[in-house]
């Protein structure tokens, strides 16, 4: 059988539903930088492209000017600020950026989907002439692969059960098959033409609905949270969707990672040691101790044998944290300390995961009141109108912070009003830092 076999841990994708259920498409070819596909090759695409859609394609060709190397090579960040300025307030549709060549690919192409706003398709001319297959006309193989990645934009392949290398199709005869290899000559001779339509099952999960849940038009803040909801929601029995999510979550900070790294433990994901360790950070965020110790416990016992892992590092760590931090609230009872037992952990947090900001935090605290101006600021800037610009490049630094200001300001809050004194004194005496252990703090408990 021709037909390759579906990869084993492909998931089910979402089509993009923003492109599929509007009235109109708009396509907007970019010629950068002087470099233009050949002719008809573009308009061949897209009509291949509005019978698959079935939506009308409105087109518009510009020119424009960037920065490159001396290669003629774009930086795909560059291409993220123009498809962000050119789709931003735009009626749905996708951008076809037409480049000598993306620095760090030779591939011929390829779909990027905007950080905040936009989908776009560029085309690399260098990527084409070494794929090209010598005996056909340029303008052809141009038009199969400009389909092939407005098709990508749009979603496709959506299903696991045809998903090959990605979200590419098993069928060598449709335009979505991932390389030209002996099955698609053979398919292309059989039925003497280029691969310009889409097999069966591609054409089937384009008429699939909405999954439960979808946003359509998600803000641009929460777009690849968006993208994660629907794979989460097309795929429920998949540890590894939950796990994606979690890892989302998790480098922000957001504690609605948990919920999502339990359920990928319970399915069974094949690097659970790291759900439980990632899980346990989440924990010392809500101010759950003893939660987090006992995840870190059950990922470091899973530990095979062999070097330690970052993850493995890392957990060992934390567990030296959550020591030193038990000795703190030991000498704040046996001193009669006046410190909140909760804003103590969630100091000694602070402390652990955002090192640097806590230095400055200390420098800011006044030692008569034990108040911090620097926190006032945080506190009075979040819960100012959104759009500020914040008044200092210290305070905008804090702000742009991944889940920082959100961690100060949940129950039970740092803000201008805490005194600090109590705290910063059991940090000095039992310092908490990664890279420190409980032997620095049991040093620190002794010479008191």
């Known amino acids: 059988m021709l037909r390759r076999r579906p990869d084993p841990d492909a998931v089910n994708g979402p089509l993009n539903y923003a492109l599929l259920q509007a009235e109109a498409l708009f396509v907007d070819v970019v010629n950068v930088n002087g470099i233009r596909p050949p002719g008809g090759a573009v308009e061949r695409a897209l009509r291949a492209f509005a019978r698959q859609i079935k939506i009308p394609i409105e087109t518009a060709f510009s020119e424009l000017n960037a920065p490159a190397n001396a290669k003629g090579e774009l930086a795909e960040p560059a291409l993220q600020s123009i498809l962000a300025e050119r789709s931003r307030g ?56 400009i389909l ?45 033409r280029l691969p310009m339509t889409l097999c069966r099952q591609c054409r089937e999960d384009l008429e699939q609905p909405p999954p439960a849940g979808w946003d359509e038009s998600p803000p641009a803040a929460d777009r690849e949270l968006g993208l994660l909801n629907a794979l989460v929601a097309l795929n429920g029995d998949n540890p590894r969707v939950y796990a994606m999510r979690a890892d989302y979550l998790c480098q922000r900070q957001d504690p609605r990672a948990i919920p999502d790294l339990s359920r990928a433990i319970d399915l069974g994901h094949s690097r659970v040691a790291g759900c439980y360790f990632n899980r346990g950070q989440m924990y010392l965020l809500i101010g759950d101790p003893d939660r987090a110790r006992a995840d870190f416990e059950a990922g470091l016992r899973l530990r095979s044998g062999g070097e330690l892992t970052p993850s493995h590092q890392e957990a060992i760590r934390a567990t030296k944290f ?20 909760e804003l103590l952990t969630k100091i000694g947090v602070l402390e652990y995961d955002w090192q640097g900001f806590f230095g400055t935090l200390a420098e800011t605290v006044d030692p008569a009141t034990g108040r911090s101006v620097l926190l006032e600021e945080i506190a009075k800037a979040a819960k100012g109108p959104k759009g500020d610009p914040p008044e200092s490049k210290l305070l905008a630094e804090c702000m742009e912070t991944a889940g920082l200001v959100q961690y100060l300001t949940a129950a039970p809050a740092l803000d201008g009003a805490v005194d600090l004194r109590g705290y910063l004194f059991l940090a000095r005496t039992l310092p908490t830092g990664p890279d420190r252990t409980v032997e620095h703090a049991a040093s620190g408990r002794d010479s008191g």
């Open 90 to 145: 735009r009626r749905p549709g996708i951008t076809i950026f037409v480049v000598q060549a993306i620095e760090g690919l030779r591939c011929r192409g390829g779909y990027i989907r905007g950080q905040e706003v936009g989908e776009a398709v560029v085309l690399s001319a260098s990527g084409m002439r070494r794929q090209l297959v010598r005996v056909l006309p340029a303008a052809r193989w141009w038009a199969v692969v």
């Open 148 to 192: 092939h990645e407005l098709l990508h934009a749009v979603g496709l392949a959506a299903r696991k059960g045809h998903a090959w290398r990605g979200c590419h199709c098993t069928a060598p005869w449709c335009n979505l098959y991932a390389t030209v290899d002996w099955r698609s000559i053979l398919c292309a001779a059989l039925l003497c």
């Open 322 to 341: 959550l020591d030193a931090l038990a000795l703190r609230r030991e000498w704040a009872r046996a001193n009669n300390l006046e410190v909140n037992p």
